[in-house]
């Protein structure tokens, strides 16, 4: 348990362009890798979709020490319906808070010091307005719940997560596997928990040989396996095993094998201008609006 890391979460983005500008200019993140594929993902990676998509990994530093973004981009859908599963991630930085007003984008101070930017596609960032930390500036993902004990069961008890803080009052939980992780905090949102179209993935890395007794004690225990163990392939890079599971909420949660994916994930030079360069050859905005026609809504 001790090995197991907090990887990234995965956001589906309708507007890739505007989209880089917030990551790259506002949060400050750097494109970590960029990857383009023709026919859709043997685990859902890009949702239920089967036509071209890509991936985009950014984040403040390479992926063995930092929780990042992936951002899947589905040719041809221009935006997606969001829930109140995913209620934001948060991270200390006064220099995106600095970007922010520097770029005019909106910003509502929620707390003292605390704000909340808004990210093409409508996900919610929390920004401390603070120095930004020499590690990971990103501290937690706050995901929506709607039984606070039976989720924190399910975490801690099933996936081995150690309980931080638990506030039944305010009706949160915060959890993670390591101190100097990007932690997971479970929020109760009175009522059923709606995924949307948008609905992302929470992925965290475990040992090669835990995936088979991870995906065992989901079965023992009758708990939901989206996606049993199988083999991901990524062009020119290396093959990775993973096991897709859901929570009680239906969160997904993807498990993947450590070694094979701190060789997949290696920060590529070339990401930014892969990028930037799939952006420019990408006309399907163009063909849209010359055919007055509207991308469309997932």
């Known amino acids: 348990m001790a090995a197991r890391r907090a990887l990234h ?23 970590l890798r960029h990857e383009e594929f023709e026919e859709g993902c ?6 239920p979709y089967d036509g071209k998509w890509s ?12 929780f990042v973004a992936e951002l899947t981009y589905n040719y041809g859908i221009g935006e997606y319906r969001l829930g109140n599963d995913f209620l934001g991630i948060t991270l200390v930085s006064s220099q995106a808070v600095s970007n922010a007003k520097k770029m005019g984008w909106p910003l509502k101070e929620i707390t003292s010091g605390v704000f909340e930017a808004e990210a093409p596609g409508g996900y919610k960032f929390y920004l401390e307005d603070k120095e930004q930390l020499k590690q990971d500036p990103v501290w937690k993902v706050t995901l929506g719940v709607s039984n606070l004990q039976k989720s924190v069961s399910y975490w801690s008890g099933l996936l081995g997560m150690k309980i931080y803080e638990q506030d039944e009052e305010k009706q949160r939980a915060l959890l993670g596997y390591a101190d100097n992780q990007c932690k997971l905090e479970l929020q109760a949102v009175g009522g059923a928990v709606d995924h949307g179209t948008a609905f992302g993935r929470i992925a965290f890395s475990c040992a090669k040989e835990e995936l088979p007794s991870i995906e065992a004690l989901m079965k023992k225990e009758n708990q939901k396996i989206l996606t049993p163990l199988v083999s991901l392939d990524t062009p020119g890079k290396a093959t990775v095993q993973v096991v897709i599971l859901a929570d009680p909420d239906g969160h997904e949660i993807c498990f993947v094998g450590d070694e094979a994916f701190r060789e997949l994930s290696k920060v590529d030079p070339a990401g930014d201008k892969l990028l930037d360069d799939a952006m420019a050859a990408d006309n399907s905005d163009k063909w849209f609006a010359e055919h007055n026609m509207k991308k469309v809504s997932a």
């Open 9 to 31: 979460f995965v956001f589906k983005v309708g507007d890739r362009a505007r989209t880089a500008r917030f990551y790259r200019e506002l949060l400050g993140m750097k494109v």
């Open 42 to 47: 043997k685990a859902s990676c890009n949702g």
């Open 55 to 66: 991936k985009t990994m950014v984040g403040y530093g390479p992926e063995d020490n930092h």
